[in-house]
T-cell receptor, first 113, second 115 residues
Framework: NAGVMQNPRHLVRRRGQEARLRCSPMKGHSHVYWYRQLPEEGLKFMVYLQKENIIDESGMPKERFSAEFPKEGPSILRIQQVVRGDSAAYFC???????????FGQGTRLTVV | QQQVKQSPQSLIVQKGGISIINCAYENTAFDYFPWYQQFPGKGPALLIAIRPDVSEKKEGRFTISFNKSAKQFSLHIMDSQPGDSATYFCAASVFSKTSYDKVIFGPGTSLSVIP
């Protein structure tokens, strides 16, 4: 059973471009969580999704950021018109249900130049 | 009130020594306190967790101590090894509501164990 797969592992974007980060949850997991990690900071929750639904997006900036988890395919975190401050490691985690442990992917390191 | 504080920010320990990382919280509703270990280039992985019905939990060389009245908990790594070098995050949540959007993470401690 493969773990949570994130791609790409590293992504470089110029200011103003779009960044698309993908997360394939573990098999049988229908709950996906996205986090952002800045240097010397902990994991900051961004958004919680179940298949085709956004459950909690309270940690996601209102502008330029969006997330989806379609019926088929990976979850996507999209950042439009990236700025230097978006440079960070973005992690997703998945779980089979609520009240169960979530497992993290290896992250996508986004660098905005 | 949702914050989890963690110290030290970084820690250097000699091989065989004891590594101690401390965390504190404000929200008295928190009743689940996991610790995560993150190696460079990897995602965090659950290491050990405690609920406040016990004051200590031990798994191998890793021990969580919990002080409910002080709202503090700590991770002790006994006989620290170079392979323990990683970043450690404490976290807190309300167990009955532990979907991961409700888990609050501390800022992390970078541990280096030197031979």
């Amino acid at each position: 059973n493969a773990g949570v797969m994130q791609n790409p592992r590293h992504l470089v974007r110029r200011r103003g471009q779009e960044a698309r980060l993908r997360c394939s949850p573990m098999k049988g997991h229908s709950h996906v969580y996205w986090y952002r990690q800045l240097p010397e900071e902990g994991l900051k929750f961004m958004v919680y999704l179940q298949k085709e639904n956004i459950i909690d997006e309270s940690g996601m900036p209102k502008e330029r950021f969006s997330a989806e988890f379609p019926k088929e395919g990976p979850s996507i975190l999209r950042i439009q018109q990236v700025v230097r401050g978006d440079s960070a490691a973005y992690f997703c985690a998945s779980s089979p249900s609520t009240n169960t442990e979530a497992f993290f992917g290896q992250g996508t390191r986004l660098t905005v130049v | 009130q949702q914050q989890v504080k963690q110290s030290p920010q970084s820690l250097i320990v000699q091989k065989g020594g004891i590594s101690i990382i401390n965390c504190a919280y404000e929200n008295t509703a928190f009743d689940y306190f996991p610790w995560y270990q993150q190696f460079p280039g990897k995602g965090p992985a659950l290491l050990i967790a405690i609920r406040p019905d016990v004051s200590e939990k031990k798994e191998g060389r890793f021990t969580i101590s919990f002080n409910k009245s002080a709202k503090q908990f700590s991770l002790h790594i006994m006989d620290s090894q170079p392979g323990d070098s990683a970043t450690y995050f404490c976290a807190a949540s309300v167990f009955s509501k532990t979907s991961y959007d409700k888990v609050i993470f501390g800022p992390g401690t970078s541990l280096s164990v030197i031979p």
